[in-house]
């Protein structure tokens, strides 16, 4: 065992080495950096930015506020959306769908139900029975619609 009084041996000195030629300046061959000149680079890539205080506008913290301050005013309320998509998407879907028992002709208005029945389940304000009843029936006179279609395109190909 030894003892922990022993003194430790001395390090060796460190020592330093002056650059390499290939780091110092700019080598030979190699590419310029972009902006710089031949002689390197005259001033910093940005300017100075200043510092100037940050101008807080708007009522005081420590104010006390009532309620007159904070309400808005009958020029500043917000107009509502009433404009309702989901019974017109409804509409369009009983009508292609109505239109679809008997021809395939319905099918375009069958497709902008099912747009309108979309983007009406996607709005917050509109009734979403409505909305998935107007999809359901514009996707059902879809089918209807192309097999109507289909039905017409294979009589075609037996009389032609």
Known sequence: MSDSTEPTPPL????LDSASGE???HPAGAARLPGARRDGYTQL???PVGIEPVVVSGPVA???ASDEEWAPSVTEMIPVDDARLAPWALLAAIVALGTSFFVGWGIPVAIV???AA??????????RAMGRWALVL???ATVYSLGWLVWAG????RLG
Do not use: K
């Not at 060796?12 to 020592?15: E, F, K, L, Q, W």
């Not at 979309?118 to 009734?127: C, D, F, G, H």
């Not at 294979?154 to 190909?157: N, T, Y």
């Open 45 to 47: 890539p940005t300017g």
């Open 154 to 157: 294979m009589q075609f190909e």
């Open 113 to 115: 139900a099912v747009i």
């Open 118 to 127: 979309i983007m009406s389940l996607r709005r917050p304000v509109e009734s």
């Open 62 to 64: 420590d104010a006390p």
């Open 138 to 140: 514009g996707l059902c």
């Open 23 to 25: 780091v110092e300046g």
């Open 12 to 15: 060796p000195p460190t020592r």
